[in-house]
């Protein structure tokens, strides 16, 4: 068989394999001005559930992306890292990156996966209980990462669980590990937010569009944020919402440095912005609705030239494609990055860091 000459060309392109779409920052970046790793800080998160942002301060963060970075640059051998752990991924609402990632992150590490891709193929459509699933993900696997429409169905797991669970995301409250996925692609992106001072006039200005109170990336994203008030000018947040951050989140911002700005004017802000989070889509209870759509992003948009734009996606029209092969685009190193930022993740749960980490690489 003859295979055409554009499929050729196709598979051959180099720069097409390796995926190198928007800004890329080079994972060393991060390593070149830092000690080595604290495993001290790393061994925080040994036989951890990760449930909530708040579990993250700024070293425990800063030390996850390094060892992140030195998976992603492939620093030393993992392929047997994990190959006596079995995760399951067990998503009752639907997912491409979070579920993938994970399960992508085990198998890196030489672990096993076992997987839920949909609610409808379990006991719950026959009315089976939280309670009676996590007695079984005891019984088939060591770790579980859980997505759920239900705010109260992690909390709930956690109750019958001898295991730790990852949060993949409960309905409008969290998605912890996404937002270590956002940090350590700004961390790649500009290293000096994770050391020392920036200067107060080239501190960051970040824009979130959406309503961190019910939105779970953006709410992880912002807890995280308010770890860098030393880095971190000013947040402002774009919604159509009258209160955009609720009770929970306005008592963090209150106690946090940074000053927190609410705008309609997502325009005229543009010229100021450093770093621009978007998300649209939020799952409210019955449904997903869609939020910030009236603040669009394309090519044509009032960037600074500098700019990078994250987003968790799924996207929907407040992203255009067109912004894609620009620098702008960071989303798509951020979604990459979450395989990376994940193994570290698992590492530090097994308690595996310093089996794996050459001394040469620790503090
Ligand atoms: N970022 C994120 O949560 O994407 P998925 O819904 O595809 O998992």
């Given at each position: 068989m003859t295979i055409p000459a554009s499929r050729v060309e196709h598979v051959a392109d180099p720069s097409r394999k390796a995926g190198l779409i928007g800004n890329c920052p080079d994972p060393a970046q991060l390593l070149g001005h830092s000690p080595g790793l604290r495993l001290d800080v790393l061994?925080?998160?040994?036989d951890a559930s990760v449930l909530?942002?708040?579990?993250?301060d700024k070293d425990l963060l800063c030390e996850l992306a390094k060892l992140a970075a030195l998976l992603q640059l492939k620093s030393f051998p993992v392929l047997d890292a994990l190959e006596d752990k079995i995760l399951a991924a067990a998503f009752f609402e639907p997912s491409t990156r979070t579920r993938l990632s994970f399960e992508s992150a085990m198998l890196h590490l030489g672990g096993k996966t076992i997987s839920v891709?949909?609610?409808?193929?379990?006991?719950v459509a026959k009315g089976e209980s939280m309670r009676d699933i996590g007695q079984m993900f005891n019984s088939y696997a060591d770790i579980v990462a859980v997505r759920h429409t239900e705010q109260s169905a992690v909390g709930e797991l956690c109750k019958y669980l001898r295991i730790p669970l990852l949060n993949g995301g409960n309905g409008s409250d969290e998605h912890p590990s996404q937002a270590l996925a956002d940090w350590y692609a700004l961390l790649k992106w500009r290293p000096e937010i994770a050391y020392g001072t920036i200067p107060e006039k080239f501190r960051l200005n970040i824009g979130i569009i959406g309503t961190p109170g019910n939105m779970r990336t953006v709410k992880s994203f912002l807890m995280l944020a308010l770890l860098f008030e030393k880095n971190i000018n000013h947040i402002t947040i774009f919604s159509e919402?009258?209160?955009?951050?609720?009770e929970e989140i306005r008592a963090m911002t209150n106690a946090s440095a940074i000053g927190i700005n609410f705008s309609q004017d997502l325009s005229q802000s543009l010229?100021?912005?450093?770093v621009v989070y978007m998300n649209a889509i939020a799952y409210l209870g019955d449904g997903y609705r869609f939020f910030g759509d009236a603040f669009s992003l394309d090519a044509s948009s009032p960037l600074k030239p500098d700019t990078v734009i994250l987003h968790p996606l799924a996207r929907g029209e407040e992203l255009s494609v067109d912004l894609d092969h620009t620098q702008h685009n960071l989303y798509f190193n951020q979604a990459d990055g979450a395989v990376w930022i994940r193994q570290a993740l698992l590492l530090c749960i097994f308690g595996r860091v310093a089996d794996v980490v050459p001394p040469e690489h620790l503090s």
């Open positions: 061994d925080r998160l040994r909530s942002a708040a579990q993250f891709a949909d609610a409808k193929t379990t006991g919402m009258a209160d955009p951050l609720g010229e100021y912005l450093d």
